[in-house]
């Protein structure tokens, strides 16, 4: 090791004063995945980046949930443009969502200290169970647009509600919430949905990473990186959606769902205790 600078057995760089510095490479596959799954299915991308970011680049969990929503800013922006240009994006579904997704994350915000910790996870496991039978009593469709109505913009509203209520209590993001939820309850076509819910993430995103940035509670050169492998990423999968049948990839995302509620389930505080 010379001047200060070398290379640690696990790939990272130590960089001066000891500190370990993950190397890009693993920043790189990690960004690439986390775009892949949110092009694909239309979330943010945090729910796989927050885990990976501790476990393969040794972020501590603050820091990785800070990092990754500023990765998943410039993400978002281009899975929206993405469908957008292909006219998969409802802007006034988008609107409806956000209102009810900022009084939704009062109101988890609210219920978080009021609830025992140990039913937090439990109640988005049993959202996925939820989501799990709806996708077979309603399947997906292709193509499926928007008919404003009363009971639809209650629905949208209802749908924004529940969003950003469980992203309070278990800080997962509500694309796994606003995508089943427009579909299922609203009834668009899947694509549609996706695009709208990468839509919906932008001005949560832009708020969320300005305010992490200006208190320099991320790690800045993780989220560039991660986040330009993670923009490249996501128009593929974007894409790959339009050529996959709404069967598939429904079964497809309630894999991804089933693996998301193991990863909340695996962060419970009974669990943690229990381990110790």
């Known amino acids: 090791m010379r001047g200060g600078t070398g290379t640690t057995e696990t790939g990272r ?20 995945a986390a775009g892949l799954l949110s092009g694909l299915f239309g979330v943010g991308g945090g729910v796989l980046l927050v885990p990976a970011l501790v476990a393969v680049l040794g972020l501590d969990h603050r820091r990785a949930a800070a990092t990754s929503l500023v990765a998943i800013l410039p993400t978002s922006v ?8 292909r006219g998969q994006v409802s802007l006034v579904a988008a609107v409806i969502l956000l209102a009810g997704t900022l009084v939704g994350a009062q109101v988890g915000a609210w219920l978080l200290h009021r609830l025992p910790a140990r039913v937090l996870p439990w109640t988005f496991a049993s ?3 939820l989501v799990l039978v709806s996708q077979q009593v309603v399947p997906p469709v292709r193509h499926a647009d928007l008919t404003l109505d009363p009971v639809r913009v209650v629905a949208l509203v209802v749908v924004g509600l529940a ?38 993430m932008v001005p949560t995103a832009v ?18 990186v991660t986040g330009l492998a993670s923009s490249a990423a ?29 990863l909340v389930l695996r962060r419970s505080p009974g669990r943690s205790t229990a381990s110790r």
């Open 78 to 85: 281009v899975g929206a443009l993405t469908y957008g240009l």
């Open 127 to 129: 959202f996925v169970v």
């Open 13 to 32: 760089n130590e960089g001066r004063g000891g500190v370990a510095v993950p190397g890009r490479l693993p920043m790189v596959l990690v960004g690439l």
């Open 234 to 262: 996501s128009p593929v999968g974007a894409l790959l959606a339009a050529h996959v049948p709404p069967g598939p990839t429904s079964w497809m995302f309630s894999a991804f769902l089933v693996v998301v509620a193991v």
């Open 163 to 200: 969003a950003g209520v469980l992203s309070g209590l278990v800080g997962v993001g509500g694309g796994v919430v606003v995508v089943p939820g427009l579909e299922a309850v609203v009834g668009l076509g899947d694509l549609l949905a996706r695009g709208t819910s990468l839509a919906v």
């Open 207 to 224: 708020s969320g990473a300005v305010a992490h940035l200006r208190r320099g509670h991320a790690d800045l050169a993780t989220a560039v």
